[in-house]
């Protein structure tokens, strides 16, 4: 077997040799590749006690002797800890290093694919010793590419990188394209995950966790807490496959796992069972893959401030910090008094970050022809505690402009009232307007505005800040 050591600092890597790998794993013989047997899920309050004593011994020797000798799991931008910054998400920036095309179709599998294989990973941890989490949400946030006409039959609402560095590789493997797209770094939680006060342009939804990155002529397979590395063809072929080998195997990386090449680095007496880290051993993730992955999970969530402490209900987790503040219009149901037949209300919330008043890249909320007094509502499925809105008026020189002035109320249960101790009010083009005011509990929140002499209103997005 290969090792590649140094791709990214401090991460994890493995190139795994291309004429065991390269096919679909599904092809593999069962007998050679794992031993068949069902995981056990966890249930309720399953700890490490239950853990079968066969496998004990050499989980326990590889958290000792490889994961704290090699800090395998010292910085924290591990898939736990991402998850967790995440509330239970995941984001991917697909970087596309080939010059083949990729269909609509394909991409929409590439996302489905992710999201299956990080959760056959993560679904072994529901019910585990206080993890929070049941399903996570794996979303590709974008595609990074340094010819945008590969990605056929592209949808508005895809976000597309075309910047691109040299890639070092290339110098080695004149096969591989020199050309590496990239993604913003300001997005990249990867670059800043260090920061505790880190604010991602755009908030948390935008950021970027990881890469599924796809190399034209790379060989085998890299990953780490930056992502997961493998052939162009390798991704395209396996995308629809149940359980793929070696992105299951660099997903374990970005947990922390180890690879296990040489004899030293594995348990005296080997393995009780096969394991999908020993690259070439397993085609699927074993009992004792599992249980290397709580063992890791039950040891690091010791550490209180880098996982603070949840209690969960059926939706998932419930952070127990009351204090914390956070945008809650993307749980609301949007109205207005009246929305021209063009555009549309649910813009008001949807996440989207505007570059100026006038960006039309996406849908927008506007009610020409309409002046005077017109309206705009959120409408939540429980009482919030708020104190903030923060709106980013639209203004195309063309009917739609600022408004003259403007009022914020609330449902006070029985009638709408206006808010109390209000500052702000602000009417500026090309950026949010915030406004502080008395803390209200309420279940509606309303934006009255008056429009400026002849021109009709319009808000590309409305924040509403409030304690979670």
Not at 238 to 261: K, P, S
Not at 312 to 333: C, L, R
Not at 404 to 423: C, D, E, L, R, T
Not at 438 to 443: D, G, L, R
Request: proline share 5%; no cysteine.
């Amino acid at each position: 077997m290969l090792k590649r050591k140094g791709m990214m600092m401090a991460s994890f890597s493995v190139v795994i040799a291309s004429s065991l790998l390269m096919g679909n794993a599904a092809t593999m013989s069962a007998a050679s590749l794992g031993n068949g047997n069902a995981v056990v899920a966890a249930k309720g309050d399953s700890t490490l006690a239950d853990m079968p004593a066969y496998l004990k011994s050499s989980v326990e020797w590889v958290w000792k002797n490889r994961m704290l000798t090699e800090g395998s799991t010292n910085r924290k931008n591990l898939i736990f800890d991402q998850i967790f910054a995440g509330k239970g998400t995941l984001n991917y920036v697909v970087r596309w290093q080939s010059s083949k095309p990729v269909t609509l179709q394909q991409r929409q599998d590439i996302a489905k694919m992710l999201g299956r294989q990080m959760n056959y990973w993560t679904e072994h941890l529901q019910g585990y010793d206080g993890w929070p989490y049941k399903n996570i949400k794996v979303k590709v946030v974008g595609w990074a590419v340094a010819d945008p006409s590969l990605l056929l039959d592209k949808q508005p609402d895809e976000v597309v990188y075309t910047n691109t560095i040299e890639d070092a590789l290339a110098s080695e493997q004149p096969e591989i394209p020199a050309a590496l797209p990239v993604a913003p770094n300001e997005i990249s939680r990867f670059e800043h995950f260090s920061d505790p006060n880190y604010s991602y342009p755009g908030g948390l939804d935008k950021r970027f966790d990881m890469y599924l990155w796809a190399t034209e002529n790379f060989g085998g397979g890299a990953g780490g807490d930056w992502g997961q590395r493998m052939s162009d063809e390798y991704v395209l072929s396996t995308v629809n496959a149940d359980e793929i080998l070696i992105t299951e195997h660099e997903i374990g990386h970005g947990f922390g796992l180890n690879d296990f090449y040489e004899e030293h680095e594995r348990p005296p007496g080997g393995f009780p069972t096969n394991t999908i880290m020993w690259a070439g051993n397993s085609d699927h993730i074993t009992d004792w893959d599992v249980w290397m992955l709580r063992y890791t999970w039950s040891q690091i969530k010791k550490d209180t401030a880098r996982f603070p402490t949840t209690t969960k209900d059926d939706d998932g987790p419930i952070e127990t910090d009351p204090n914390e503040i956070v945008n809650i219009a993307p749980a609301a149901m949007a109205s207005s008094s009246y929305t021209s037949s063009w555009e549309n209300v649910s813009a008001l919330n949807d996440g989207f970050e505007p570059t100026n008043s006038n960006d039309r890249s996406h849908a927008v909320y506007g009610n020409w022809p309409e002046t005077g007094t017109q309206w705009v509502q959120y409408d939540f499925d429980q009482e919030h505690t708020v104190s903030q809105t923060d709106v980013y008026w639209f203004k195309d020189g063309a009917g739609i402009d600022v408004p003259k002035s403007y009022k914020i109320k609330y449902w006070n249960g029985q009638g709408w009232s206006n808010v109390k101790q209000a500052n702000g009010f602000g009417t500026a083009a090309d950026q949010y307007n915030a406004t502080t005011f008395a803390p209200v509990k309420t279940t509606k929140l309303r934006i009255e505005m008056v429009s400026n002499g002849s021109a009709s209103t319009g808000i590309l997005e409305w924040k509403v800040a409030a304690k979670q």
